[in-house]
Antibody, heavy 120, light 107 residues
Framework: EVQLVESGGGLVQPGRSLKLSCAASGFTFSDYNMAWVRQAPKKGLEWVATISYDGSSTYYRDSVKGRFTISRDNAKSTLYLQMDSLRSEDTATYYC?????????????WGQGASVTVSS | NIVMTQSPKSMSISVGDRVTMNCKASQNVGNNIAWYQQKPGQSPKLLIYYASNRYTGVPDRFTGGGYGTDFTLTINSVQAEDAAFYYCQRIYNSPPTFGGGTKLELK
């Protein structure tokens, strides 16, 4: 069974940093691209970033470019999201998601989410 | 960036009814659309990809259609467990924009 388990969420002040982790199991992690998708409270879904299966390519939405860094450790089957210079508008539940093999952006497995609140 | 607009924002129907919800892209996206279901307190689940391909394990009462700028998700004979938010998503190219969602409530 595919499992994605996020951790590292919490309350953080504006301008500070936070790092999310996603532990993957039930599939060969190193074969898949991976992604982060977020959802602000009572709002819709918003793609944040994607990383290729080997970590050689990364893609970000404009609003997080230069502030967020997606990375992975295939030996540990773990995905990361380093979030710097956090803003109130980054407050959301952050989902770790696995794209399908047929498309970079179709997500066929999701974690339960990690809550991030940016507030003073 | 391409904007995805879903309608209606919410709908209330009875078990057994047939329902169709819409997703409109601001530019031609071909068949590069996915649909997701999100129940309260849960993470999203993939239903449909490439506009009309049902994902593994998705009941055949869910049908996706459309091409270009106008897309539909139809649920035949709605069940109680189908109460959820439904989101369309432009795929294949970045950024993979989501629509604002349609809330399906059961009477």
């Amino acid at each position: 069974e595919v499992q994605l388990v996020e951790s590292g969420g919490g309350l953080v002040q504006p301008g500070r940093s936070l790092k999310l982790s996603c532990a993957a199991s039930g599939f060969t992690f190193s074969d898949y691209n991976m992604a982060w998708v977020r959802q602000a409270p009572k709002k819709g879904l918003e793609w944040v970033a994607t990383i290729s299966y080997d970590g050689s390519s990364t893609y970000y939405r404009d609003s997080v470019k230069g502030r967020f860094t997606i990375s992975r450790d295939n030996a540990k089957s773990t995905l990361y999201l380093q979030m710097d210079s956090l803003r109130s508008e980054d407050t959301a539940t952050y989902y770790c998601a696995r794209p399908t093999v047929v498309d970079y952006y179709v997500m066929d497995a999701w974690g339960q989410g990690a809550s991030v609140t940016v507030s003073s | 960036n391409i904007v995805m607009t879903q309608s209606p924002k919410s709908m209330s129907i009875s078990v057994g009814d047939r329902v169709t919800m819409n997703c409109k892209a601001s530019q031609n996206v071909g068949n590069n659309i996915a649909w997701y279901q999100q129940k309260p307190g849960q993470s999203p689940k993939l239903l449909i990809y490439y506009a009309s391909n049902r994902y593994t394990g998705v009941p055949d009462r869910f049908t996706g259609g459309g091409y270009g700028t106008d897309f539909t998700l139809t649920i035949n004979s709605v069940q109680a467990e189908d109460a959820a938010f439904y989101y369309c998503q432009r795929i294949y190219n970045s950024p993979p924009t989501f629509g604002g969602g349609t809330k399906l409530e059961l009477k």
